[in-house]
């Protein structure tokens, strides 16, 4: 079976500048969740879908966005870039509440 | 009353020693306890992970420990091997989200 895959593995963008990333969960899964981790902050929960529904936002600003779509494929973009939001941002994908999460090897985004 | 808190945030280990990692919770309507390992430029990686129905649960060398009155949870893992050199974070989920609330993780380095 195969993992949860992001793309793309690696990005460069510059301030001001917006960016979209993806993310397709593991044959089967409905539900797919969104992190950012730092150094500073560890991982942060952005955001959760589950039938292209988002069920629960973390604590971010209105510039990180997402949606999914009918065959479970999740994106989520970040508009404005900041020099912080240089981040590996993270997909996580789980067949149910409070089940098995399964991460992806995420997005490394540089914002120079 | 979402935060988890990890100790120690790095730990040295000989080869064949026990790693022992602690987390504790402050929400009570937790009720979902993975532990994730991650290696450098990977995803977490899900290990094992405990509800709050059972006092310990073991998967080959690892062992998660709960103790739901003092609303803390503990990682051992027996048998410390060099490849087990890893960043470890508990996390934890309840009232029907999947969305994890993460440790600040434990950097562990076991010597050959």
């Known amino acids: 079976k195969a993992g949860v895959t992001q793309t793309p593995r690696y990005l460069i963008k510059t301030r001001g500048q917006q960016v979209t990333l993806s993310c397709s969960p593991i044959?089967?899964?409905?539900?797919v969740s969104w992190y950012q981790q730092t150094p500073g902050q560890g991982l942060q929960f952005l955001f959760e879908?589950?039938?292209?529904?988002?069920?629960n936002k973390g604590n971010f600003p209105g510039r990180f966005s997402g949606r999914q779509f009918s065959n479970s494929r999740s994106e989520m973009n970040v508009s404005t870039l900041e020099l912080g939001d240089s981040a590996l941002y993270l997909c996580a994908s789980s067949w149910r509440e409070n089940t098995e999460a399964f991460f992806g090897q995420g997005t490394r985004l540089t914002v120079v | 009353q979402q935060q988890v808190k990890q100790s120690p945030q790095s730990l040295i280990v000989q080869k064949g020693g026990i790693s022992i990692i602690n987390c504790a919770y402050e929400n009570t309507a937790f009720d979902y306890f993975p532990w994730y390992q991650q290696f450098p430029g990977k995803g977490p990686a899900l290990l094992i992970a405990i509800r709050p129905d059972v006092s310990e649960k073991k998967e080959g060398r690892f062992t998660i420990s709960f103790n739901k009155s003092a609303k803390q949870f503990s990682l051992h893992i027996m048998d410390s091997q060099p490849g087990d050199s890893a960043t470890y974070f508990c996390?934890?989920?309840?009232?029907?989200?999947?969305?994890?609330?993460f440790g600040s993780g434990t950097r562990l380095q076991v010597q050959p």
């Open positions: 879908y589950f039938s292209e529904t988002q069920r």
């Open positions: 996390a934890a989920s309840g009232m029907g989200r999947r969305a994890l609330t």
């Open positions: 044959s089967g899964h409905r539900s």
